[in-house]
């Protein structure tokens, strides 16, 4: 994991890198980030195209950057013991954040905001998305 931003309450963000920290990221909080987590790298992988005259051996050079640029940002929230508080998942940097549905739950698929509506804004503010309940928590609607 990699850290994003502080917030509010002594809670920090931090950014899953890998498919583990997805799957322990599940299983903390009870709920299916890691199913999508596969699902968008597998999608980022498929778009990949390396560049025509690259040899063999060099294919897959590029293939990390890209993933990182064009797969969906995971995110958790967690408090100064580690406990996970909340998981986002938001557009790639740079990508259309209009354009994106971006996904915030708490354990369980509990409603974040009620708890920590602080720290998402400040989440919000950091990254300049807008992260409101009615738009990122799936279960209001």
Same mark, same amino acid.
Not at 20 to 41: F, I, W
Not at 86 to 110: E, Q, S
């Given at each position: 994991?990699?850290?994003?931003?502080? &917030? *509010?309450?002594?809670?920090?963000?931090?950014?899953?890198?890998?498919? $583990?920290?997805?799957? &322990?990221?599940?299983?903390?909080?009870?709920?299916? %980030?890691?199913?999508?987590?596969?699902? &968008?790298?597998?999608?980022?992988? &498929?778009? =990949?195209? #390396? +560049? *025509?005259?690259? +040899?063999?051996? /060099?294919?897959?050079?590029?293939?990390? $950057?890209?993933?990182?640029?064009?797969? #969906?940002?995971?995110?958790?929230?967690?408090?100064?013991?580690?406990?996970?508080?909340?998981?986002?998942?938001? +557009?790639? %940097?740079?990508?259309?954040?209009?354009?994106?549905? $971006?996904?915030?739950?708490? +354990?369980?698929?509990?409603? *974040? =905001?009620?708890?920590?509506?602080?720290?998402?804004?400040?989440?919000?503010?950091?990254?300049?998305?807008?992260?409101?309940? /009615?738009?990122?928590?799936? =279960?209001?609607?």
């Amino acid at each position: 994991m990699h850290f994003i931003c502080d &917030a *509010p309450g002594g809670k920090t963000w931090f950014g899953m890198d890998t498919e $583990a920290e997805a799957d &322990a990221e599940s299983a903390l909080m009870g709920h299916a %980030v890691a199913k999508y987590y596969r699902r &968008a790298r597998e999608e980022a992988v &498929a778009r =990949y195209a #390396p +560049p *025509p005259s690259a +040899p063999a051996i /060099e294919r897959d050079i590029n293939l990390k $950057a890209h993933i990182k640029r064009t797969m #969906p940002r995971f995110l958790t929230l967690r408090d100064g013991e580690g406990t996970g508080l909340a998981t986002a998942m938001l +557009p790639a %940097v740079g990508a259309d954040g209009r354009a994106f549905h $971006a996904i915030i739950v708490g +354990p369980d698929n509990a409603n *974040p =905001y009620l708890a920590h509506a602080d720290a998402i804004a400040a989440l919000g503010a950091h990254l300049g998305l807008k992260l409101d309940p /009615e738009r990122c928590y799936p =279960y209001s609607r």
